[in-house]
């Protein structure tokens, strides 16, 4: 439902006005090890204050990698998500047909704020995050409490995601229907329309 824009010239620009030259080859290798740490450790992620120590201890990997100090603020700035072009056209169809709609994504406790941002979360009914649920897709805990929120038995319900082991066999794992939505065309659906019209 949500991409990350491109946080490596954000981050340029912001060491630039301090007056350190960082180049966008770097910037880029430096938050993909940034990313890479973040999704090993989501899941501390669960409340404000754990969420709080791990984007510092994210924002140190940048540091480490570019040798600058102080990048929480222009890290935490640079980390931008948008809603996918069919994301809120499609939730709202989903919804004229009378589905409840829940987002189970391994995030941490910030999902919310993030779908507020992308203007995407007054078009759910609830989120679970893969951190306050103690646990990441596949395994059923982010799954079983999607379906307490949504009011919904397994067999009523249908999730669709970008993984196959994550999302599709998590999801028949837990006796849901699982689809994959593949943009670059793989699988099941490859957009979020194709799934209003499946429907």
Known sequence: MVELEA??????AALAERG?????????RAFAAEIAFYLEHHLEGRDSISLAELRSRCA???????????LLEPMLAALRFRAFPDAAPALWE??????????????DCSLPRVLEEAGLLGLVDGVVSSAE?????????????GLELAGASPEQALHVGDSVERDVLGARA??????????????????????????
Do not use: C, H, Y
């Open 7 to 12: 946080p490596a010239p954000r981050l340029v």
């Open 20 to 28: 350190v030259d960082v180049s966008p080859e770097d910037a880029e």
């Open 60 to 70: 140190r990997v940048l540091e480490e990698q570019l040798g600058v100090a102080d």
């Open 94 to 107: 989903l919804r004229a047909n009378g589905l409840r709609l829940v987002v189970v994504s391994n995030w």
């Open 133 to 145: 649920a103690g646990a990441a897709k596949p395994d059923p805990a982010p799954f079983l409490l």
């Open 174 to 199: 837990t006796g849901m229907e699982g689809v994959l939505l593949d943009r670059e065309g793989g699988g099941a659906i490859r957009s979020l329309g194709d799934l209003a019209r499946l429907i």
